[in-house]
């Protein structure tokens, strides 16, 4: 797919992370001109220490590689396909972590650095970018990350007339809606009340009594906290998003009066007696296999997490799309903002990848860093470029980050947040696996394995044939 000459018009990257480093070798693989524009080590951001491109900030890890069985993995494997460089940096750099796949940061980041810096269609300017781009870049793809420079990211929120575009961070855990269960648990809005795009019965509850609730509270008051990082301290906190344990040690009320009142509700699986206290899921994703716990945004570590949110009834076996967490993060709003192509609606020009997309992670920014690039490079060849399947992981989690996600049906705290790849992403398989081979019925654990080993096999099959179909006729024109 590599070509060397060009006549197209530049795609312009700005910043050399995960994302605008994989863009950039896309589109430079693709045959078209790149300019990347990274401001290290001139400007610096909080986390990153040296002038290395993708450089990790923080662990090492690109988390799972088994692509039978795990989405990230899977993603790892479709981004291989693709001739991610991401993936090719951390193969050649790989360091023992079982099945993870783990990398030696340093030779990861130089190898992508030396990649890029070799390519005779890349060219490097270390500068930041401290401002809208210029007018006359035509094809830009803005890959700044969750640290963007300041005055960057206050020229895009004032091009997109959103009150904040850079939060101190508490987020909410997400959870598979098929590990509530709904035997305890009940579908109703508050008061029944339908709100634009609801039923009436949009929330998942879960009620607790008086008992459960004072040992939950003290759990959540005991449980094991993230450190602030010194430079996370000048950060505010996103408007109405207090992370749910710094409520509790407000009063041992105050969670009742907040977001676990049990207010508006009835159980219909015990009518006559009144909950102490209600947790609400709210659904998350249009396909409807992912809620989120409302108002739980969190600073607990994630073991604490997990041990004192399944005290909640109904959520004793709740798996975890996501848990919460607390950092700086520069996100869009993409849902509302971006087409389904990564472009601002407001100013087409302007393509956003990575972590300021609104997904979460190293092999996440990257792989939107990966089909932005291919976007771009199309656009630079007047051609257009079929969306990845929605079946595959990498069209799995563009479609969440371009429109699954479900907006929030009250007014306040902006409801999009971060995501990292997962299977509640996937449309569901219209016929799921129910036997073994042997023809015994399959059961438990063994029926979510099989699930989704189906689900990868049926990714994979799909994004081989939108890569035959649509991306060697790109390469080739
Ligand atoms: C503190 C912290 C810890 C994290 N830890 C992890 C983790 O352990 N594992 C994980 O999977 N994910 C982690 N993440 C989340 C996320 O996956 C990474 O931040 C990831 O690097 C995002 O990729 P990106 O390409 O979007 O941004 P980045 O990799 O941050 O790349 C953005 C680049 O843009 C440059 N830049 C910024 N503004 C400008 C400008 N105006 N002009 C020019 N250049 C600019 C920056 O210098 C940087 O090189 C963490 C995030 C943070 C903030």
């Known amino acids: 797919m590599t070509g060397t000459k060009s006549t197209s018009e530049a795609v312009h990257i700005v910043g050399a992370g995960l994302a605008g480093?994989?863009?950039?070798?896309?589109?430079?693989?693709?045959?078209?001109r790149v300019v990347l524009h990274e401001m290290r080590p001139f400007r610096m951001t909080e986390a990153h220490r040296t002038d290395g491109l993708a450089e990790?900030?923080?662990?090492?890890?690109?988390?799972?590689?088994?692509?039978?069985?795990?989405?990230?993995?899977?993603?790892?494997?479709?981004m291989r396909r693709l001739g991610s460089l991401i993936m090719r940096a951390a193969d050649a750099n790989?360091?023992?972590?079982?099945?993870?796949?783990?990398?030696?940061?340093?030779?990861?980041?130089l190898a992508v650095t030396r990649a890029l810096t070799e390519h005779p269609l890349i060219e490097i300017r270390r500068a930041e970018v401290g401002g809208l781009p210029p007018a006359d870049w035509r094809n830009v793809i803005v890959a700044t990350g969750p640290l963007t420079s300041a005055p960057l990211a206050e020229a895009i929120r004032q091009l997109t007339d959103e009150n904040a575009l850079a939060f101190f961070d508490a987020i909410a855990p997400i959870v598979h809606r098929d590990s509530i269960d709904m035997s305890v648990a009940w579908f109703q809005s508050r008061y029944d009340k339908a709100g634009p795009g609801g039923t009436g019965a949009d929330y998942i509850n879960c009620p607790l009594t008086r008992?459960?609730?004072?040992?939950?509270?003290?759990?959540?008051?005991?449980?094991?906290?993230?450190?602030?990082?010194?430079?996370?301290?000048n950060t505010p906190y996103f408007d109405g998003c207090l992370p749910?344990?710094?409520?509790?040690?407000?009063?041992?009320?105050?969670?009742?009066?907040?977001?676990?009142?049990?207010?508006?509700?009835?159980?219909?699986?015990?009518?006559?007696?009144?909950?102490?206290?209600?947790?609400?899921?709210?659904?998350?994703?249009?396909?409807?296999?992912?809620y989120n716990m409302?108002?739980?945004?969190?600073?607990?570590?994630?073991?604490?997490?997990?041990?004192?949110?399944?005290?909640?009834?109904?959520?004793?076996?709740?798996?975890?799309?996501?848990?919460?967490?607390?950092?700086?993060?520069?996100?869009?709003?993409?849902?509302k903002l971006l087409d389904a192509q990564l472009r601002l609606r407001?100013?087409?020009?302007?393509?956003?990848?990575?972590?300021?997309?609104?997904?979460?992670?190293?092999?996440?920014?990257?792989?939107?860093?990966?089909?932005?690039?291919?976007?771009?490079?199309?656009?630079?060849?007047?051609?257009?470029?079929?969306?990845?399947?929605?079946?595959?992981?990498?069209?799995?989690?563009?479609g969440h980050i371009t429109g699954g996600h479900i907006e929030t049906i009250e007014p306040g705290a902006r409801s999009f947040q971060p995501m990292n790849i997962n299977f509640g992403l996937f449309p569901p398989l219209p016929s799921p696996p129910t036997k073994n081979l042997d023809g015994t019925r399959l059961r438990g654990n063994d029926k979510t394995i099989a699930r989704r080993q189906a689900i990868s096999a049926r990714a994979l099959a799909d994004l081989d044939r939108w890569i035959a179909d649509h991306l060697h006729i790109a390469a080739a024109a």
Not at 244 to 261: D, N, S, Y
Request: net charge negative.
């Open 211 to 233: 008992q459960q609730y004072d040992a939950f509270v003290d759990a959540l008051v005991a449980g094991e906290k993230t450190d602030f990082k010194e430079w996370e301290t």
């Open 21 to 32: 480093s994989e863009a950039a070798w896309q589109v430079a693989n693709a045959g078209v």
């Open 94 to 109: 790989q360091v023992p972590a079982g099945g993870a796949l783990a990398v030696d940061r340093d030779g990861f980041s």
């Open 346 to 398: 407001a100013e087409s020009r302007l393509r956003f990848a990575g972590q300021m997309t609104g997904c979460e992670g190293y092999v996440e920014s990257a792989s939107i860093g990966l089909i932005a690039g291919l976007y771009a490079a199309a656009d630079a060849r007047s051609q257009a470029l079929a969306p990845p399947p929605a079946t595959s992981a990498l069209g799995a989690l563009l």
């Open 56 to 78: 990790l900030v923080c662990s090492n890890s690109f988390r799972s590689d088994d692509a039978a069985n795990n989405a990230v993995g899977l993603l790892h494997a479709e």
């Open 294 to 335: 409302v108002g739980f945004q969190t600073k607990l570590k994630h073991g604490a997490q997990q041990r004192v949110f399944r005290t909640i009834p109904a959520l004793e076996n709740a798996e975890f799309a996501r848990l919460g967490g607390l950092h700086r993060n520069t996100f869009l709003n993409s849902p």
């Open 244 to 290: 749910i344990e710094v409520m509790a040690e407000r009063g041992r009320e105050t969670l009742r009066h907040g977001p676990m009142k049990p207010v508006g509700l009835t159980n219909p699986h015990d009518p006559t007696v009144k909950a102490y206290a209600i947790v609400q899921l709210r659904q998350d994703n249009k396909l409807g296999t992912l």
